[in-house]
């Protein structure tokens, strides 16, 4: 059987699956080569992808012969479920395999806002000694809302108490006594008072039609003016040019995004042009650990379904 994989995949999920005597056509930078994508599908059994990877009707007419797709990653808006459902086709995503990764990047973010180092680092290698300049604040007290309360919120608020945070969120799908309610201490809010109330605000959710411009200006000019926003979740979720537009008029104090609505970053994007606006490629999961548990997972998975059409991981 041949599986393809059109984006980056660590090399112990591909030669796992070679081990298991597959043939395994490997180019990560296939998701960009449209046409020569098209071309090759035809012949493969399975497809392995991240979040560039259209999968949409075009993509799965093509798929004659695949049996599943694995999704290296957990967000879904790159592919049409129903279409494959409609086909047969199981998606299977990496569950909560980089869950650890995406959390040690909102207390990164934190801590960055709060002591920044680096800036810090770069004014003393100048030649100062600003040490009122650089004095920063305590996480210890300050209210971390999370938007959004699955499995990424879940190690994030654990994190967060152990810092001494207060940890409040909002979720319409979790329940009072579910285990990330009952097992943090999370205070359950609705959305309006999360965006007063919070000193960081942390997303959580997936892109749809209902988490689209969730957060934008009407509801940013409720924050606190020291709030900081990060997004490690989708773009979208956030209005980026609202949030430039009141991160610049110093309505909030800034934000960290490692998600954009076009990825890669726009030349004319407004984002760019405002200073308290932190940027990173996309990758809060993309850790050495979480790339070798994600690869490996979805070796797995995709194997089970090959071969026994059954995964734990199937989303559809």
């Known amino acids: 059987m041949k599986i393809l994989v059109t984006e980056l995949m660590w090399d112990d999920g591909i030669e796992t699956l070679r081990q ?21 599908l035809p012949a493969y059994d399975a497809v392995i992808v991240r979040n560039e990877t259209k999968v ?28 494959a459902r409609e086909r047969n086709i199981p998606v299977v995503s990496a569950r909560n395999a980089n869950a650890t ?12 806002a709060s002591r920044p180092l680096q800036a810090a680092d770069a004014d ?42 207060n940890v409040i969120g909002f979720d319409p799908f979790v329940a009072p006594f579910d285990h990330v309610v009952q097992e943090t201490g999370i205070k359950q809010v609705d959305l309006e008072e999360l965006l007063k109330t919070s000193d960081f605000i942390s997303v959580h959710v997936p892109l749809t039609n209902g988490t689209r411009h969730l ?12 709030v900081y926003i990060i997004n490690s979740a989708r773009g979208g979720i956030v209005h980026e040019g609202d949030l430039a537009a009141a991160v610049e008029a110093k309505e909030i104090a800034g934000a ?16 760019l042009k405002v200073e308290g606006i932190r940027l990173s490629p996309h990758i809060a999961g993309l850790t050495v650990e979480a ?21 734990l991981c199937v989303v559809n």
Do not use: C
């Not at 007290?141 to 959004?148: A, I, P, Q, W, Y």
């Not at 200006?217 to 003016?225: Q, T």
């Not at 960290?256 to 984002?271: A, C, F, N, T």
């Open 20 to 40: 298991k005597g597959y043939t395994v056509d490997y180019d990560m930078e296939l998701s960009r080569k449209r046409e020569e994508l098209l071309g090759l």
């Open 101 to 112: 990764s995406v959390a040690e990047y909102v207390m990164a973010a934190m801590l960055d």
């Open 215 to 226: 957060i934008n200006r009407d509801n940013m000019r409720s924050m606190k003016n020291h």
């Open 291 to 311: 790339q070798s548990r994600t690869a490996m997972l979805i070796a797995e998975e995709v194997d089970r379904v090959l071969h026994v059409g059954q995964s």
């Open 256 to 271: 960290y995004l490692d998600v954009l609505e076009k990825e890669p970053v726009q030349i004319d994007s407004p984002l």
């Open 56 to 83: 949409d009707t075009e993509f799965l007419n093509a798929a004659e012969k695949v049996q599943v797709i694995g999704r290296l990653g957990v967000g879904l808006d790159n592919i049409d479920l129903k279409g």
């Open 124 to 165: 003393v290698r100048e030649g100062n000694w600003n040490r009122k300049l650089f004095t920063g604040y305590e996480l210890n007290n300050r209210t971390l809302g999370l938007v959004g309360m699955g499995e990424i919120a879940h190690r994030v608020a654990k994190r967060a108490k152990a810092f001494g945070m």
